[in-house]
């Protein structure tokens, strides 16, 4: 059986619509004024991924540069303390202090997105929301209380965008959940503690393909934490059988990938994505990485598993994100 290919979301963006994005992204146009060159940024991404072989492509999340960064700003009942800082990577993440309920009057971005990127390629299929945990990550509260609630805001933001994105004929939602990994990894939470954050977002999607992103984050190419392994997320992937149909683990770091054979104890439920192709390097061989398929072929049955990225490669330089892919492709296709 032939090994499938996917990516996580991001792509980079196209060069020729960087000028007219970037005034998107700096809030100089509306949605609505920018939906004709986010619909022709979304167009060329898709194609790029099609050219490059991929069993399944995303929309690129070229409304999104900077993967939740964009939130914040589009969220009532914060207080900006400090604006988000791309230049200064993990120095210059974005800080919110929380003053009341947390709704999203125009969304996220993601079920727009989703409607804007499908009328066009009926090839798509699937689409990404990071989680509630994650998208508050740099959010300031006062006490427990505050805490619990804004939390519950963000479970409704997010069950908002995929409910929107299911009825227009989404397929498979991917819950995006770094805050999750980092935490169990550097074990702030444990697998109780985090599973209705996972379970309660995706309840919209019930009917359809549910996926669940593991990785250590990825600010400027960089990730959140030094501690990585597998081990600590394998109790709390467990814990969600029968509320995911896919994880996709990064599986990249060394620490990590030492620990593949552990995804042999994940649920027979669960289709595994595994994350082996690092974003925060040069592009690995398809020898290197036709190895390691064959290393977790021996471990996960082909029909459960698929191969892609670590994360998504919008933070790549563009000619080594189409290189990783093609070699990603490539050595998926090697492997009998």
Not at 49 to 71: K, N, R, S, T
Not at 189 to 208: F, K, M
Request: proline share 6%.
């Amino acid at each position: 059986m032939a090994i499938r290919t996917t990516v996580v979301g991001s792509w980079p963006i196209p060069f020729g619509q960087r000028l007219e994005l970037k005034r998107y992204y700096a809030g100089e146009l509306s949605d609505e004024e920018a939906d004709g060159v986010l619909q022709t940024a979304a167009r060329i991404a898709m194609d790029e991924q099609i050219a490059c072989g991929l069993d399944q492509i995303m929309g690129g999340e070229v409304f999104a540069p900077d993967f939740l960064h964009h939130i914040p700003p589009r969220l009532d009942g914060l207080e900006t303390l400090a604006p988000r800082v791309t230049s200064k990577g993990q120095q210059g993440v974005g800080r919110y202090q929380v003053v009341g309920k947390v709704t999203a009057p125009r969304g996220t971005g993601h079920a727009r997105a989703w409607r804007r990127e499908r009328e066009i390629e009926p090839r798509l299929d699937k689409a990404s929301v990071p989680s509630p945990l994650t998208i508050g990550g740099g959010f300031v509260v006062d006490d427990d209380a505050s805490e619990s609630g804004h939390l519950n805001d963000l479970i409704e933001v997010v069950q908002d965008e995929i409910a929107d994105m299911v009825q227009n004929g989404l397929r498979e939602i991917q819950l995006d959940a770094p805050g999750e990994a980092i935490n169990l990894v550097s074990e702030r939470e444990t697998a109780d503690s985090l599973l209705s954050l996972v379970r309660e977002p995706l309840e919209p999607a019930s009917g359809i393909t549910r996926t669940i992103h593991f990785c250590l984050g990825d600010i400027a190419r960089k990730p959140s934490i030094e501690v990585q392994n597998l081990r600590a997320l394998i109790p709390f992937i467990q814990r969600l059988d029968g509320v995911v149909d896919r994880v996709h683990v990064e599986s990249s770091y060394s620490g990590q990938w030492e620990e593949h054979g552990l995804l042999a104890e994940l649920p027979e439920s669960m289709q595994i994505i595994a994350g082996i192709a690092d974003v925060k390097s040069r592009p690995a061989p398809v020898t290197e990485l036709r190895e390691k398929i064959e290393q977790l072929v021996d471990v996960i049955p082909a029909e459960r598993l698929l191969v892609s990225t670590s994360c998504g490669v919008g933070r790549v330089p563009h000619d080594e994100a189409i290189r990783l892919m093609r070699n990603l492709v490539k050595a998926a296709a090697l492997v009998a």
